[in-house]
């Protein structure tokens, strides 16, 4: 199982909507729309971050690339 992590946005640090947990497992996401998996182009969708809070289990997404990630001892 992949390492918890702490992410921010510039000067803002992120914790999760749901239980305001602020450890996440990190993990790409495609972004597939129904045009591209019909012409079989999904692999050229755009990608997502998606933050997996490590408490709850909540899937956060972000398309904004200026996520930092610091590594947390759990």
């Known amino acids: 199982m992949a ?3 702490r992410a ?3 000067d803002v640090w992120l914790e999760c909507l749901v239980c305001q947990g602020d450890l ?3 993990r790409g996401v495609l972004l597939n729309s129904t045009g ?3 012409l079989k182009l999904a ?3 755009e990608e997502a971050t998606g933050l ?3 408490r709850c289990g909540y899937v956060h997404l972000f398309v ?3 996520i930092e990630f610091y590594r947390a001892d759990k």
């Open 64 to 66: 904004n690339k200026d």
């Open 36 to 38: 591209m998996e019909f």
């Open 8 to 10: 921010a946005l510039g």
């Open 24 to 26: 996440f497992r990190e």
């Open 52 to 54: 997996i809070c490590w």
């Open 43 to 45: 692999w050229a969708d």
């Open 3 to 5: 390492k918890p992590v």
